[in-house]
């Protein structure tokens, strides 16, 4: 059901984003270097912005497995009944190295979460958003779209970690600003044709990369 409502809010992030692009007349810029700052200031940004407030609305406590409450709860349970003893006989410690270490493994659960229902955020976000162009006839189901599916993923992976820390009160701004720069760019090359398409492909192989090292460096700091 998790799973499901992360796709759903990928349906939600869509919404914008076509919007955005049926009711703004499109612009048309001959320099690359305009065309490059388009594809990152307004495409990119409207869709991976759209993509984090979507997960925005992903509660916290659905990142929270019945294993990892009851477990909450046993630590609470058996650090109380160490406080009893404690006071009891002053020759017992509280072995807050076990809580901490079990406080980890819940963190590490949820960063494990985030990836998940982000992953698949973006991955419907890409399905519906793909679904649209065929049916507008703007794209042919190619291999360019297929990748497109993927790289939508990856990126909200990198949102939905910008706005996980954000409800932690710790700010990683860097996932999303990396999201949007790869985003932009992966949208400049895929308009070419021949060798340049092939640049988008580097940068989706790139994103998933950064994606992974996020990931495990967050994990590591939980």
């Known amino acids: ?15 914008p984003s076509v919007l955005f692009q049926v009711l703004v007349p499109p612009l048309y810029f001959s320099n690359p270097f305009l065309v490059l ?10 869709e991976e912005g759209s993509k984090a407030l979507a997960f925005y ?3 916290l406590r659905f990142l929270k497995t019945e294993k990892t409450k009851a477990s909450r709860l046993k630590i609470f349970s058996g650090k109380k009944n160490l406080e009893k003893k404690a006071l ?3 020759s017992i410690c509280l072995d807050s190295d076990v809580i901490l270490g079990e406080d980890k493994k819940n963190a590490c659960k949820e960063t494990k979460l985030v990836f998940l229902y982000g992953f698949f955020l973006g991955l419907s976000f890409g399905f519906y958003e793909l679904l649209v162009y065929f049916i507008s006839g703007e794209g ?3 291999l360019r ?38 985003h932009g760019l992966y949208n400049f090359f895929a308009q070419f044709t021949g060798i340049l398409w092939w640049f988008s492909i580097l940068v989706l192989i790139l994103t998933a990369l950064q994606t992974f090292y996020v990931y495990s460096a967050i994990s590591k700091s939980q």
């Not at 992360?6 to 349906?11: E, R, V, W």
């Not at 990198?158 to 996980?164: M, Q, V």
């Not at 932690?168 to 949007?180: D, E, H, R, S, T």
């Open 88 to 90: 009891k006989d002053k």
């Open 37 to 46: 700052l388009q594809a990152i200031f307004i495409t990119a940004l409207i």
């Open 145 to 182: 779209f297929f990748t497109t599916v993927f790289f939508h993923a990856f990126c909200a992976v990198l949102g939905s970690f910008f706005i996980f820390s954000w409800k932690k009160k710790k700010f990683w701004l860097f996932p999303i600003a990396f999201a949007i720069l790869m």
């Open 140 to 142: 042919a189901l190619g």
């Open 1 to 15: 059901m998790k799973i499901l409502f992360a796709c759903l809010l990928g349906l939600l992030a869509v919404i």
């Open 57 to 59: 609305l992903f509660p």
